[in-house]
């Protein structure tokens, strides 16, 4: 190791002396500088390889058959020097950097046909390239026969609203049978699997309608104390009615104007009608118990009535809780259309219903607005209030014998 060390270091002295003579490079030098010479022209090379002129690619990628982006589709860009890909966003939106050489663009998405195309400039590609669905999966929602319009359709991880005619199609499914699922407000959740594939049919979903609220009768209560106000127009003709009813037991007492000293009064009492005239209780037979009854219905009816409104034509959205009868309620408000004596109507109400104990799901008030869709064929206006469901408060309206 000592000789060799010692014959470098005099081979390097002899160098430095030739060349501070002026004298030529040894052998060795010469070879040195042309193998520098080499890897500095080999590095130049790779540096440009390495800076490729690339052009910028913006387009999208959409349904031939409805328009709508395709997302995730996979753009491939080649050429005798490889590849390159891109992917489209939620939107069918693709955008990126590829090399400037590539000559074919290759499209595909799960559930279309791929695409293909020559590629002579990048910076001239279309602004957007189709894709024919493979299959297409379709149906209708029904309920009772009809269509249902708005209906929220779920297929695998997609969402459509059925239209007017109840239909809804989905694209862009690869070839199997899927679980869906329908809803629509007022009705009872549908499950359906739909088939994905060639000739496969059209799928029908039917939902149940059901009640637009739970409500329970007013009239299972033992006893009640409501105040009620409603005013009617129907064809030119005018009812109304400003008072109370107070129910306990089979007794019914209705009366308008002053609790104490009625304008007008009927009540059944141990089955028998009577009519208040000139200060006082008057058997007046059937005739008296039969109006009263009527007028308690009608009460009664007006508190029930959002329970038979069909949830295909009202919606309803929970407003703040209300303090009623000495307990939190709920409070929803609704609106929509239904049919009365042949009358389109449109209505608006808001319902306060109990929560707890003996009023739990029972109306206690409601406010009602409802106009026919003609000019004021049609015109009901009512506010009905429980005020009380005490038994002993409501008999001691009754008048003593």
């Known amino acids: 190791m000592m000789k ?26 010469k070879s040195a500088r042309g193998l520098a010479l080499g890897l500095a022209l080999l590095l130049v090379i790779f540096s440009l390889a390495g800076c490729a002129r690339r052009n910028a690619v913006s387009l999208r990628i959409v349904s031939a058959y409805s328009g709508k982006g395709v997302a995730n589709a996979t753009l491939t860009f080649t050429s005798s020097s490889g590849s390159e890909t891109l992917s489209s966003d939620a939107t069918g939106t693709v955008s990126g950097q590829v090399q400037a050489d590539r000559t074919q663009m290759g499209v595909e998405a799960t559930g279309y046909q791929k ?37 929220s359709v779920t297929v695998w991880n997609t969402t459509t609203t059925t239209g007017s ?26 499950t ?3 088939v994905i594939g060639k000739n496969a049919k059209a799928v029908k979903v039917t939902l149940q309608e059901g009640q637009l609220l739970p409500l329970s009768s007013l009239a299972r ?22 008072g109370r009813v107070v129910k306990n ?28 005239d000139s ?29 038979t409104f069909s949830p295909r034509f009202f919606t309803i959205e929970k407003q703040p809780p209300a303090q009623l009868l000495g307990q939190t309620c709920d409070v929803w408000s609704m609106t929509g ?45 009512a506010v009905v209030e429980v005020v009380s469901v005490d038994q002993a408060q409501a008999a001691a309206r009754f008048p003593a014998q």
């Not at 209560?221 to 400003?242: I, M, N, Q, V, W």
């Not at 104007?257 to 009608?273: C, F, I, K």
């Open 192 to 194: 359906f699997d739909l």
């Open 4 to 29: 060799r060390t010692t014959f470098h270091r005099a081979e390097a002295y002899l160098a430095l002396n030739q060349r501070a003579r002026g004298e030529a490079p040894l052998a060795w030098e």
């Open 279 to 307: 200060g006082a209780y008057t058997a007046s037979g059937e005739t008296a118990a039969a109006a009263a009854h009527i007028l308690q219905e009608s009460c009664e009816g007006l508190l029930g009535l959002p329970a």
């Open 115 to 151: 695409a293909f195309m020559q590629v002579a400039d990048l910076t001239k590609l279309p602004t957007t390239v189709q894709l024919t669905p493979l299959f297409l999966g379709a149906g209708t929602v029904v309920s009772g026969g009809q269509p249902i319009a708005g209906a």
């Open 337 to 381: 259309r239904f049919m009365f004596e042949g009358e389109a109507v449109t209505a608006t109400a808001t319902v306060t219903v109990g929560t707890t104990g003996a009023l739990a799901n029972i109306p206690v008030k409601i406010v009602l607005n409802a106009r026919s869709q003609s000019f004021f064929d049609f015109v009901y206006d």
């Open 165 to 190: 005619d109840g239909t809804f199609t989905f694209e862009g499914l690869a070839e199997g049978t899927y679980a869906g699922r329908a809803t629509k407000q007022g009705f009872a959740d549908a």
């Open 249 to 276: 037991e089979s007794d019914i007492l209705v009366m308008s104007g002053d609790p104490v000293n009625p304008t007008a009064s009927l009540m059944v009492r141990g089955g028998t009608g009577y009519v208040f």
């Open 221 to 242: 209560l033992p006893a009640y104390e409501l105040t009620a106000s409603y005013h009617r127009t129907l064809g030119g003709e005018d009812k109304s009615f400003d």
